[in-house]
Every structure is written in C-alpha cells, then in structure tokens.
C-alpha cells in the first residue's frame, strides 16, 4: 500500500487489488460518515480499479488520518454493509453481438448465457452520472474495446470492453463492445440515492425479450415564483447558473462541478453580501444583456468587463445597484475568460443533488440560459453590512501565465513539466484544456482507471498536458503528473485558446509545531 499526493486537499492510496480497494474504500467511507473527530472533515471517498482517493481536509492532515487508521484497528471496526443484488433485464440485440462472439470464439447463445450466468459487482463509478465499472464476470468475456469508439452509443446500452461489462446511463460516446439494450433507469437526480449502482453492488444479468420502455430520468422540482429576477435580452454565449458545487457524489460518477474560477465566485458573493453558496451567473466572453426585476443589488468579478447600468457606468469587482426595469450590460472581457455576476439573495433556482450549479460533462443542474430567459433571484436573508465594497482588479492581459503545481501521484512517469511553456489549444471548455508545445519525456504504456481531482495535470502519450477543470470526469486512466493549486485553477479557468502559459512546481509547506 502506498500513499500518493494528490494536491493540496486530497490523497490517493494505492493498493495491490480490486478487492482491497473495495475493502478500503468501504472502511475509510464508514469512519467519514462516522465523523469522528477530523474524520467529520472527509467530504469524499472514491474507489478506482487499483487506487482510492480520498478528499476533504489539507493534504498533510489527511495523511496524518489514513496513516493512523492504517495502524489501529479502526479499519477493522468498521461494519461492511449488507450485500445488495440489483437484476438487470437485457435484450441481447447489440450491433457488437456477434463480433463479439468472434473475438471468444463463443456462439452468441454462449455470450449472453456467460453473461448472465456468473453475478457481476460494482467496482467504481465513471465517466457519467451513474455508470458503473462492473467486475467478475465470465472471464471468457474479456474483450478490447472497439477499433473506432462510436460518437453516440444510446442510453441502456450494455457493453463489455477488457474485464469490465457496464450499461450507458445516458447517451455518449463510447468504445465499448455492445452486446444488448436494457430498460432500467440507472440515475434518478430526484432520488435521495440517486445512483442504482454504486460499488459493492452485486449485479445480475438477465435475458429478456420484452418490448423497450421509457426509461425514467426523474422529475425536475417545481419552478420558483420569486417576484424579482434577472430577464436574459441578449447573450452571445449561454449563460451558466453556477455555485460552489456539489461534492461528495464521485463514487457514483457525479462531478463537483461549480464554479469554475471558484475565487472569483467567492469574491462576487462577499461583495453583494451572501453566505450560503448562493448562485451567481458564470459568463464566457461576456456581452449580454440583462434586465432587472425589481430592485437588484449585484457585482461583476473574475474577468474585468466594462458593465452599464442604463448607460451609466459602473466598475467591475464593486457592489452596484439596478433599480427594477433597469438594462444591465455587459460588455467582452478585456483580459480572461470567464466572468461572474452576482446578485444579492442568489439565482433561485431548483437544486439537483444540493448545488444549483451546471455541471456540462454530466447534463445535471439548470439549463444554460439564452435570450428570453427569466432568471429569479431569491430574497436576500438577514440584515446585510459589506466586509468590503471594492476591491481592485487587473485589467493588464500577461503574455505568459504562470501555473503553480504540486507533485501527483504519478510524477514519475513525466520529466521536464516543472518549468515548461504551452499554448492553450483549441480545445478548452469547462471540462479541461489541452496544451500544446514541445511534448514531455513520458513513461510508455497506462495505468487503471484512477480517481482525479480538480488541477489534474494528465500526460497522455502524446506528450502535451491536459488540465482538468472544474466540470472534470471523475475517474481517468493518464498518469497524474501534479495538481494545480486552488489558485492556479481559477487561473487555469481563465486561459483561452492561443493563451501561452508555465507549469511551475512548488511543495507543500511542512506544517509548523503548535
């Protein structure tokens, strides 16, 4: 077993099997729900195929923590939980039936016996809301995943690609092997467990001939009728609602998500005097136009734009104030990215799974608003007296942004990344963005699927890092290089295409005595 950094607020432990992680990851998850003493402080424990991750307090305090339920019996306190077994009708009438019955040299009446026959389990969560990595199947049924991955595989497809067998919650691309369809509804947002499958889970496969159903994806909560609000007139690009995220569901595949330049979201909501997580607008490119509902209290942060209020100029990283039929403007971003309107009292909309955030990998929270849109903003709760009213923001663009880091788990496949200068590519979105420039010296060949945190530096084969955003998978199988420092993220969610930046590693501070 092996303790891995991971950044400054979580760790990756690594052990030898599946079955260990699985022992693991039950034991460390009973000692947080527990929360006993800084246990309490856990926010997530997420199993993998060889690694658990776990997250919550700073990192050495972390440690401290699995290094002393390592050596005590606490581990061994834990009560594991009652098996649950969850039977998954499948019609056996995949495109890759047959194909697949090649590759195992089976007829296809012996796949889908095969599979069926043998109960599979949950091993950890992936790519989307409620899929699982199932395990212990019909060892005949190891098969490589497809040449060419498809663009859209449709929701309830069940697949198989090497030991693994898993259905498609929703529509995705994808590479598996498919070999039949299924019915059952994996992920329900409105459920108090809103994932069928979580790990541990013991599944069964059977064949059925049943004509396809509906499959169910929950109901969303009821609009709120707030009388004040935000109307949108005019956008270039959707406007996300976003708020401090919603951890603690990586395990079934649910990202944090939130803001992504998080300090500029906390900045926002000091500024216009809200507390709780309310949600502000998060804005890419800025220029829009929006119109008040009432009396309107509200501040722009992240990127500077210029912002009018009927004409009347006001400075962004300030409280301002929009009296109701007012039109506010908000002008293109003179340096950055991504810009943050926050309104006293919060945008009051449904929250899913906790967070009224828009989470884009995932397809949960509020839809992005466009033109037309009616935004409700919630009544502001108690007296309010600012910690600050302005505060001063950089319109200077850098020609080179420097991105601090901390060693990953996998720092040693990579040489070269500490001090290294990328353009950002054409592809960043939320999720991440791809680096270009001269690729780093790597470790040939890949690692099992593993838990990543928000900052992950991925090195794939090419060589040229990915940073991993706030809307991030949850799970990925690149080799974890460092981890953005908080700040370096909000950084990182502000680089546009084009943009040049530096990769610059630091350690964590040793904590000092008393």
Same mark, same amino acid.
């Given at each position: 077993?092996?303790l ?18 699985l ?10 729900e ?31 923590l ?7 019996s ?13 039977v ?16 195992t ?18 091993a ?20 490589p ?14 697949g ?5 067998s ?44 049943a004509?396809?159903?509906?499959i ?27 708020d401090?995220g919603?951890p ?20 926002g ?22 119109? =008040?509902?009432?009396? %309107?209290?509200? +501040?722009?942060?992240?990127? /500077?734009? #210029?912002?009018?209020? @009927?004409?009347?100029?006001? *400075? ?25 309107l ?13 967070s ?14 466009? =033109?037309?849109?009616? %935004?409700?903003? +919630?009544e502001?709760?108690? /007296?309010? #007296?600012?910690?600050? @009213?302005?505060t001063?923001? *950089? ?25 290294s ?22 470790r ?14 991925q ?31 909000d ?14 590693a630091?350690r ?7």
């Amino acid at each position: 077993m092996r303790l891995l950094p991971c950044g400054e607020r979580a760790l990756l432990i690594e052990v030898a099997s599946l079955d260990e992680v699985l022992a693991l990851e039950t034991s460390l998850r009973g000692l947080a729900e527990a929360g006993r003493g800084a246990w309490g402080e856990v926010v997530d424990v997420v199993p993998a195929a060889r690694t658990v991750l776990v997250t919550g307090p700073p990192a050495d305090l972390l440690r401290r923590l699995v290094e002393a339920a390592l050596g005590s019996s606490e581990l061994s306190s834990v009560a594991s939980p009652p098996v649950r077994e969850v039977v998954i009708p499948v019609r056996y009438d995949g495109p890759d039936l047959e194909d697949v019955a090649d590759l195992t040299g089976l007829t296809v009446d012996q796949v889908v016996a095969a599979h069926t026959g043998t109960p599979w389990r949950v091993a950890f969560g992936g790519f989307a809301p409620g899929f699982a990595y199932l395990v212990g199947g019909d060892p005949r049924l190891r098969v490589p995943r497809r040449g060419s991955p498809r663009t859209r595989v449709p929701a309830g497809s069940v697949g198989l690609a090497d030991e693994f067998s898993g259905v498609y919650p929703t529509s995705s691309p994808g590479g598996w092997q498919v070999i039949g369809e299924s019915d059952v509804a994996l992920f329900d947002p409105s459920a108090r467990k809103p994932a069928l499958l979580t790990p541990g889970t013991r599944v069964r496969f059977e064949a059925t001939d049943a004509p396809p159903t509906a499959i169910s994806r929950g109901v969303p909560a009821a609009q709120t009728t707030s009388a004040r609000a935000l109307l949108v007139e005019e956008t270039l690009l959707p406007i996300l609602i976003e708020d401090e995220g919603r951890p603690g569901l990586a395990a079934v595949g649910v990202g944090a998500s939130g803001a992504a330049n998080l300090g500029a979201y906390r900045l926002g909501a000091r500024l216009v005097g809200n507390r709780d997580g309310e949600a502000a607008l998060e804005l890419a490119m800025g220029r829009a136009d929006l119109i =008040a509902v009432g009396d %309107l209290t509200l +501040a722009l942060t992240g990127s /500077p734009c #210029l912002v009018t209020v @009927d004409g009347r100029a006001v *400075s962004a990283g300030i409280a301002f104030t929009a009296p109701d039929g007012a039109r506010i403007r908000i002008g293109a971003p003179a340096d950055g990215l991504r810009s943050y309107l926050s309104v006293r009292g919060g945008i009051d909309v449904p929250e899913v799974l906790g967070s009224r955030s828009r989470d884009t990998l995932g397809s949960l929270g509020p839809e992005p608003a466009v =033109a037309g849109a009616r %935004l409700p903003v +919630a009544e502001a709760s108690g /007296p309010w #007296l600012p910690v600050i @009213d302005w505060t001063p923001l *950089s319109v200077e663009p850098v020609d080179l942004v420097e991105l601090r880091y901390l060693p990953g788990p996998r720092d040693d496949w990579v040489e070269g990344m500490d001090g290294s200068e990328w353009s950002v590519g054409s592809a960043v979105d939320r999720i991440g963005a791809r680096l270009t420039g001269e690729p780093l010296r790597r470790r040939e060949g890949e690692l099992p699927s593993e838990p990543v945190v928000r900052g992950a530096i991925q090195v794939p084969p090419s060589g040229e890092p990915v940073l991993f955003l706030a809307d991030h998978p949850v799970t990925g199988g690149y080799p974890v290089a460092g981890v953005l420092t908080a700040q370096a993220a909000d950084s990182a969610a502000q680089l546009g295409p084009g943009q040049r930046c530096r990769l610059v590693a630091v350690r964590l501070r040793a904590p000092t005595a008393g």
